[in-house]
């Protein structure tokens, strides 16, 4: 089968496949763990503003670089600061992160199904995407599922410009006829990648694991509804959600899947 042919799933990194919880962890280290929690959520709530507002003035740092800076805004909103030692410790530790327990399953369905192409798809640099994946304890594993680590160092601009997804389908040899970009599918737990992935025209399957910023409320993003819809399918795992885009794509072939899906179909118990 040729990769024009076949399914073509790319998965988020961070928060998707690799879970930062450990960071936070190593925050509390410092600060005690409800301090520790609270600079967490502000790193990650300002390491994605500062790539949305790099995309808006049309500039481009790589991400450990955005990361780092999103840190340290996160510890001076905080009152609190970290040495240049300390802190490039937890920059380090991202080349350590654990996966999800849903990750292993899911990755093991697709190495013995010659019919998916398997992507990292991350807004992290080369290096950076590549030691996260390579050292990490229990992903490094299963490393060789994936065809390619792509990320948005040779385009420079980050998620959710659809220049990235378009970017993912040209390096997956899909055109960008209704047809191919029915089969290229983002899996991803931030609701702002899924909604660009729909905006740019490819199929986009969210993980509700039933934390983050969504909490147990399930979908709440409504941006959708001012774009191209939000998830095509909803799933509490990486697992799932292989199972749900083979289920999916059976039940739609022939389709062009451009639907805005203002009901996404929901995988899984309830």
């Known amino acids: 089968m040729s990769s024009k042919d076949k399914i073509v799933i790319a998965f988020d990194l961070y928060g998707t496949l690799l879970s930062t919880e450990s960071i936070a962890k190593d925050l509390a ?5 409800e301090q520790a929690n609270k600079i967490a959520a502000l790193w990650r709530r300002y390491q994605l503003e500062y790539t949305w507002r790099m995309n808006s003035m049309t500039l481009y740092k790589p991400f450990s670089e955005i990361t780092s800076a999103a840190l340290k805004h996160a510890l001076a909103e905080s009152s ?4 240049d030692e300390n802190i490039s410790k937890l ?4 080349d350590n992160l654990g996966t999800f327990p849903d ?8 190495a013995s ?39 948005v160092q040779e385009i420079e601009v980050f998620k ?18 209704n047809e191919d970009m029915a089969s290229v599918w983002l899996v991803s737990g931030n609701p702002f990648d899924i909604v660009g992935a729909r905006a740019a025209g490819i199929q986009a399957a969210w993980v509700d694991r039933g934390s983050g910023h969504s909490g147990d409320a399930g979908w709440t993003d409504q941006l959708g509804t001012l774009a191209s819809g939000g998830p095509t399918i909803i799933v509490r795992g990486v697992e799932e959600a292989v199972t749900g ?9 022939g389709g062009s899947g451009d639907g805005n899906n203002k009901e996404p179909a929901t995988m899984g118990p309830g």
């Open 103 to 110: 990750v292993q399953p899911g990755l093991e369905a697709i």
């Open 91 to 94: 920059m380090k530790a991202y």
């Open 113 to 151: 199904d010659p019919s998916i192409d398997a992507y990292v798809f991350s807004n992290g640099s080369d290096d950076m995407v590549s030691a996260s994946v390579n050292q990490s304890p229990s992903l490094s594993a299963h490393a060789s599922v994936f065809k390619s680590l792509v990320t």
């Open 29 to 33: 280290t410092h600060f005690g763990q």
């Open 80 to 83: 609190v600061s970290l040495s």
């Open 245 to 253: 885009i083979k289920k999916w794509m059976a039940e739609n072939a």
């Open 160 to 177: 959710p410009d659809p220049t990235v997804y378009h970017h993912l389908c040209k390096k997956a040899g899909k055109s960008f006829s």
